[in-house]
């Protein structure tokens, strides 16, 4: 089962797509998508639904999870991050209704590496082990390293999951 893991955002989105067999997963792509920011937000939604279409087009996932809204201090940022998102789901429902899932922070935390409040690094160690020999690159950026631990998060707790409810 193909798997796309979001890490979305109004300017960086991290991106993750790995193959899980029962309990077994290859890493396949990820990377992040750069938005620019000299755009403005409501002209940026565009970029971001089509750069959501692509990554469907390009790695065909036959589920795709994303990092749910989180907490933050600064309610314009929420704003954004919550435009950013729905723009993504709302590309993923065209082709994925009931198949696009949604987990929180701590439970990627807690999922990969046993702990809730890890760090990021503690995150990336362990996504470097859990698929040793498959990655051969540096993360770019933590976007991406949270996007394949929200994949692979997936692939371990998928089937005890139910999709968004979007009808």
Do not use: C, W
Request: charged share 25%; hydrophobic share 40%; aromatic share 6%.
């Amino acid at each position: 089962m193909i798997i796309l893991g979001i890490d979305p955002g109004s300017l960086n989105s991290g991106y993750a797509v790995i193959d899980v067999n029962g309990r077994n997963m290859k890493y396949i792509a990820s990377g992040v998508l750069v938005f620019a920011k000299k755009v403005e937000l409501i002209n940026r939604l565009g970029m971001i639904y089509e750069s959501a279409e692509d990554l469907i087009r390009q790695y065909n996932p036959e589920e795709i999870a994303l990092e749910s809204l989180i907490y933050v201090k600064s309610i314009p940022a929420l704003a954004k991050l919550s435009q950013a998102r729905g723009a993504m789901v709302a590309a993923f429902t065209k082709t994925h209704i009931n198949r696009i899932f949604e987990y929180g922070p701590t439970s990627v935390k807690a999922s990969v590496t046993g702990h809730g409040q890890a760090s990021k690094e503690s995150i990336q160690k362990i996504l470097e082990l859990s698929f040793q020999g498959q990655i051969n690159k540096k993360f770019k950026t933590h976007d991406e390293s949270d996007a394949l631990a929200i994949a692979m998060t997936h692939g371990l707790l998928r089937k005890r999951r139910k999709s968004l409810e979007l009808r």
